[in-house]
């Protein structure tokens, strides 16, 4: 447990929900906050477990997932530097959905189940951002489940490795079985169509990378106007 520096302070205060709030609370939310320091393959949370905080990634990535039915951890997403996350189970007062995992050594922000409380909950105009921020995602959940309702597997593909590729500042480092996990197929599905991709020269598959050489094409293949996002 570390005090913020300078750079992730103001991470912190950017934040829309924090930037709403007002002088008072936005003092004490930065006086409460630490720096968790996670090393690659150490936990964050695990689900079931109890909130203990809001989440903002300062540096490294997270790896969200959960347990299938035959107890092999499923990914979903993949969390990275300027991500918030965990308000829902502060909100509600349910436990933790999913596992997040340190896939790199990571800097973690955390403001205190109790600060968040008593700073965000209780300050309408930081609540209403956060409500905001809860309604972005549930768009995104429906986006995704219409994705996986209509959309033919190459246009999901396409898309979810657009999306990888426009949230990453490092590439895809990212390998097949994941990506089959988020789409929920088989990996030989998505092995037959990567492979394709790369013999037309669109894409360029390494060890636990994908490279997009020319998204325009993959664009091409994404035909399904996506949910409003406004």
């Keep these: 447990m570390e005090n913020l520096t300078p750079d992730q302070n103001k991470l912190l205060l950017s934040h829309p929900c ?10 004490a939310i930065a006086q409460s906050a630490y720096i968790k320091v996670l090393n690659k393959g150490q936990y964050l949370q695990h689900r079931g477990g109890d909130a203990i905080g809001y989440y903002g990634i300062f540096s490294g990535k997270i790896k969200v997932s959960a347990m299938s039915s035959t107890g092999k951890a499923l990914t979903l997403k993949y969390l990275q530097a300027g991500d918030w996350f965990g308000e829902i189970s502060l909100l509600d007062g349910i436990a933790r959905t999913h596992d997040c995992e340190a896939t790199q050594v990571c800097q973690v922000i955390i403001i205190p189940k109790l600060a968040f409380e008593t700073h965000i909950m209780n300050d309408l105009d930081a609540l209403k951002a956060i409500t905001r921020q809860l ?3 549930v768009r995104t959940a429906m986006n995704l489940a219409e994705q996986a309702t209509i959309q033919p597997l190459p246009e999901r593909l396409a898309n979810r490795l657009l999306e990888l590729q426009n949230a990453s500042k ?3 480092n990212i390998n097949q079985q994941d990506i089959a996990h988020m789409l929920g197929v088989s990996r030989q599905s998505v092995s037959k169509l990567l492979l394709q991709w790369a013999e037309l020269g669109w894409i360029k598959l390494e060890y636990h990378q994908v490279s997009l050489l020319k998204p325009d094409k993959l664009k091409s293949i994404c035909m399904s106007s996506p949910v409003p996002q406004g």
């Design 170 to 172: 490092e590439g895809l």
């Design 18 to 27: 924090i930037a709403a709030a007002s002088p008072e609370n936005r003092k």
């Design 135 to 137: 309604c972005q995602r």
